[in-house]
């Protein structure tokens, strides 16, 4: 079973920058493609980054791309989300996904119901 904790949020002006991290437990982790997505307040859920299980394969957003980066250290058992030139509709609650059901895939899915594991969120709010 794979648990995530997502940690780095907080409150930044527009143009900040912001670092997020979601820790997991579980020595399989390296197996997963990871997610990042977003929900901000009276909207749906939506897709902001992903990687693959090795690294080498990233999907972005429109919205986010050029601006976030997605990494992942698999000997930390951590992914991060470093985001810059922050925009205010940026400001949601951001959390992080595992992919278990397809492991070792070259690629990562975009597409949240492809995710079957899910940390409790950060708040990111980004001020004007």
């Known amino acids: 079973q794979v648990q995530l904790v997502e940690s780095g949020g907080g409150l930044v002006q527009a143009g900040g920058s912001l670092r997020l991290s979601c820790a997991a437990s579980?020595?399989?982790?390296?197996?997963?493609?990871m997610g990042w997505f977003r929900q901000a307040p009276g909207k749906e859920r939506e897709f902001a980054a992903a990687?693959?299980?090795?690294?080498?394969?990233?999907a972005y957003a429109d919205s986010v791309k050029g601006r976030f980066t997605i990494s992942r250290d698999n000997a930390k058992n951590t992914v991060y989300l470093q985001m810059a030139s922050l925009k205010p509709e940026d400001t949601a609650v951001y959390f992080c996904?595992?992919?278990?059901?397809?492991?070792?895939?070259?690629?990562?899915?975009?597409?949240?119901?492809?995710?079957?594991?899910w940390g409790q969120g950060t708040q990111v709010t980004v001020s004007s």
């Open positions: 996904a595992a992919d278990r059901r397809h492991p070792l895939t070259t690629v990562a899915s975009l597409n949240s119901e492809d995710y079957d594991y």
């Open positions: 990687v693959s299980w090795r690294g080498d394969y990233t």
């Open positions: 579980g020595r399989t982790f390296s197996l997963y493609a």
